[in-house]
């Protein structure tokens, strides 16, 4: 590493700092099939939305991001009930990376 480059780096402004860090996404970890999986579902303007986790320590890590639009069908009912769609359709897609493991999943809140 350029020790300059890291100086021009450590003298820029905080909040550009903050930005750049927010748009940096964790880097994906391999799936470990002696462990159970997490998987968060999230269903917004007809799109299933999710990330699967397996624990590492304190931390989960994600193995896995998923978006899947629902079907036209699916995608006209009440938000309740989309969001049921969507948990169905991300828990059929981490299927393929779990291999058949234990999934734990948690759905974001639903207004009705």
Known sequence: LDPERIKGI???????????????????GLPDLTKDF???VHERQRLALGVLTQKLGS??????????QLDP???????C???VAATIVLTQEARKLTL?????????????
């Open 10 to 28: 450590l003298e820029l402004p905080m909040p550009f700092k903050l930005k750049e860090a927010l748009m940096k996404s964790p880097a994906l």
């Open 59 to 68: 931390w989960k890590r994600p193995v896995g991001y998923f978006s899947k």
């Open 38 to 40: 997490q998987l968060f």
């Open 73 to 79: 069908v699916s995608a006209g009912w009440p938000s």
């Open 81 to 83: 009930l989309r969001a």
């Open 100 to 112: 058949g493991k234990h999934i734990e999943v948690f759905v974001s809140r639903i207004k009705m």
